[in-house]
């Protein structure tokens, strides 16, 4: 019932960025991503008001009084948890319990205690019809990005930092310095995910593009007149780059992924956008532990 007094509303974090000539959708993407009550948004007020005010979207989270104990949980052994934190950095969400909590900062027994105190913290959203946690914004995001760079994640660090370097090879067409990209990061992190399926290939890629929330906004599963493409990268307003529309295949062919993305139509889903599209290809031969990339221009 108190939902709507936690913090800005939707339509009134809007309502002040317009007042104040702000683009709010790049907001939305840094700041949005807790729903209480009945689907009531709420934005942090801090982070709302230190934007307008500096007049830049960015993270204003660092420095909170419980940045450094991010740390100390997300390095806890136990099994399962860095697992967890990586996929969600990809975007992901991932199942939790949180009923076994004890509701306390000392008494942690399992990977879920820690995830639900997280959730508590402010640091994860919790959905409760699918019992499952996700880093709710960009903002957040950056925080567990700073956090795994000071407990020593060098893998996923590593495909943060090389993610600027893969965009500008998708931009330039570049597939096989794209698939090497692709493979690196594969190898780096296969103790921590696990590569069987197409929804773990979807993670890995998320993860090497990270650094593309710059430019776009990600959708996976986007829905178009004959199914679903798997990832779509949509320019942000401010945005000169093209629009990306990603299939992914297990144990198929690149060529095969472009050919789909064109016999189902997918790039109708942009209805309403104008400029180029890139279609992008990806496919993972298991037994070969290779990737294939194909590129071609819309």
């Not at 700073?146 to 570049?174: C, F, H, K, P, Y």
Request: proline share 2%; net charge negative.
């Amino acid at each position: 019932m108190l939902a709507e007094y936690t913090g800005f509303t939707e339509s009134e974090a809007a309502r002040l960025y317009e007042r104040y000539g702000m683009d709010f959708e790049q907001a939305k993407q840094w700041y949005d991503g807790y729903t209480l009550g009945k689907g009531i948004h709420v934005y942090n007020p801090k982070s709302v008001v230190d934007s307008i005010r500096r007049r830049r979207i960015g993270n204003y989270w660092a420095g909170t009084a419980t940045y450094e104990s991010l740390k100390g949980y997300i390095c806890m052994n136990f099994d399962g948890l860095k697992d967890a934190v990586a996929r969600m950095l990809a975007g992901m969400s991932c199942k939790v319990n949180p009923s076994k909590f004890q509701n306390d900062m000392m008494s942690f027994k399992s990977r879920d205690d820690v995830l639900t105190l997280l959730v508590h913290l402010g640091y994860l959203a919790y959905d409760s019809a699918s019992r499952s946690v996700h880093i709710p914004n960009e903002e957040v995001k950056a925080e567990f990005v700073n956090a795994i760079g000071d407990v020593g994640w060098e893998s996923v660090m590593a495909a943060v930092d090389a993610s600027d370097q893969l965009l500008e090879a998708t931009w330039r067409g570049d597939g096989q310095a794209v698939a090497e990209g692709i493979e690196s990061v594969h190898i780096a992190n296969a103790s921590i995910l696990n590569y069987n399926d197409e929804n773990s290939l979807s993670c890995v890629i998320a993860l090497t593009y990270y650094n593309a929330v710059k430019e776009y906004i990600l959708i996976r599963e986007m829905p178009t007149g004959k199914g679903y493409a798997d990832i779509v990268f949509l320019p942000k307003g401010y945005s000169d780059k093209p629009a990306m529309v990603v299939e992914l295949k297990w144990n198929k062919s690149a060529q095969g992924a472009i050919e789909q993305i064109k016999n189902r139509k997918y790039v109708q889903a942009l209805e309403g956008y104008s400029g180029e599209i890139l279609l992008v290809g990806i496919n993972y031969a298991k037994q070969e532990k290779k990737y294939t990339y194909h590129i071609e221009k819309m």
